[in-house]
């Protein structure tokens, strides 16, 4: 970006953190984002004040590394053995998103769909993970992305509805 003469820039970092994070004329009124990724991993959309897309905001494996990560093991019906799984809050996600609403569907590769009240994500450690044991998931491991709670450590989670809400092969939330 050029400056003119007595044109000042600030740095604003709404949104998307640090992968967001543009240089804004200081008289801008809306924040910026950063351009659609060529191949997004995940794609948001719905009630958000972050795009980069016409439909929503698309956002590659580097911007979700930018974010603020988290990690932990826990037990799940899938593996037989605590697994770590690290990635961001699902919280801090749709934070940085700008995201309104009462509702996240969560989609997976194969159309799996769910609804999870914000208040469910808001008040636990979920995450989208993109790592298990400190290695990228593939899609026969129920990667690449997978939300993921802290069974373990919370076991008012371990229900069939928390389960059914743990979307593996995740591709995409739409806020309502």
Request: charged content about 25%; proline content about 9%.
């Amino acid at each position: 970006m050029t400056r003119t003469m007595g044109q000042r820039a600030i740095r604003r970092c709404a949104g998307l953190a640090a992968a967001l994070c543009v240089l804004l004329p200081a008289h801008a009124t809306e924040p910026a984002s950063a351009p659609a990724p060529t191949r997004p991993l995940l794609t948001l959309t719905g009630n958000l004040q972050q795009r980069n897309t016409p439909e929503g905001l698309a956002l590659d494996l580097a911007a979700l590394e930018k974010l603020p990560s988290l990690s932990f093991s826990t037990r799940t019906p899938w593996y037989p053995q605590p697994r770590k799984f690290t990635g961001v809050r699902l919280r801090d996600l749709l934070a940085a998103a700008g995201a309104r609403g009462t509702v996240v569907r969560a989609v997976a590769l194969n159309d799996y769909r769910v609804d999870i009240p914000i208040d469910d994500v808001s008040g636990t450690d979920a995450m989208v993970a993109w790592l298990l044991d400190d290695k990228p998931m593939s899609v026969r491991d129920k990667g690449p992305l997978i939300i993921i709670y802290p069974f373990d450590d919370r076991p008012e989670l371990r229900t069939a509805i928390h389960y059914d809400r743990a979307v593996w092969q995740l591709r995409s939330i739409e806020i309502r």
